[in-house]
């Protein structure tokens, strides 16, 4: 019996972060209202410029704010520990998604359909971490740095 419950937990664990097909989509859905679905998030971040190469100040300081207010949960690996890891995620997500996911969390787990299938494979909230939109876009350069670590040479 026991052994039962810790395979179910395991398969839960590393269920988070894989591919979202096998999860069931039973849960019905809550209609987005009127409010437009885009694979940009729901936010206040429109579009963001991209630094090619990029700006090392800004990845210093996205560091930083990595290590400070992300570190516990987020891995730059592909590991998850609380939620996924970010190895791949500015390949798989906009660059405006990950800054509205990141400034304002709490709708994106609400209203946007792929932080809302997150939620439902990590079974945990991501709090709020109170960020301003600059100190976003400086993680979110750190992200692309990191990418280009771990997936590139
Ligand atoms: C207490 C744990 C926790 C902290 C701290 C945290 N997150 Fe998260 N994060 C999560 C969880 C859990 C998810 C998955 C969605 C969910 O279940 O809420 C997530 C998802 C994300 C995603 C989407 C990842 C993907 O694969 O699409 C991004 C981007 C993200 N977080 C950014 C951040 C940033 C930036 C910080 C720091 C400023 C941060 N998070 C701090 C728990 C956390």
């Not at 609380?82 to 500015?90: I, K, L, N, S």
Request: aromatic residues 6%; negative net charge.
């Amino acid at each position: 019996m026991k052994q039962i419950i810790l395979f179910a937990l395991t398969v839960v664990f590393f269920g988070c972060g894989g591919s979202p097909s096998d999860s069931t989509p039973s849960e019905k859905a809550k209609p987005a209202a009127k409010k437009e679905v885009s694979d940009k998030g729901i936010g206040e971040t429109k579009h963001v410029e991209l630094n090619n190469p990029l700006n090392p100040e800004m990845v210093t300081r996205g560091e930083a704010i990595y290590q400070m207010k992300c570190a516990a949960c987020h891995k730059l690996t592909d590991k998850r520990v609380v939620g996924p890891g970010w190895a791949g995620v500015t390949t798989k997500r906009k660059p405006e998604w990950i800054m509205n996911m990141t400034t304002n969390v709490e709708v994106m787990l609400s209203e946007d359909p792929a932080a809302r299938e997150l939620l439902k494979e990590c079974l945990v909230r991501m709090p709020n971490q109170n960020m301003s939109t600059e100190d976003a876009r400086d993680v979110l350069e750190f992200m692309y740095d990191n990418d280009a670590k771990v997936g590139g040479e």
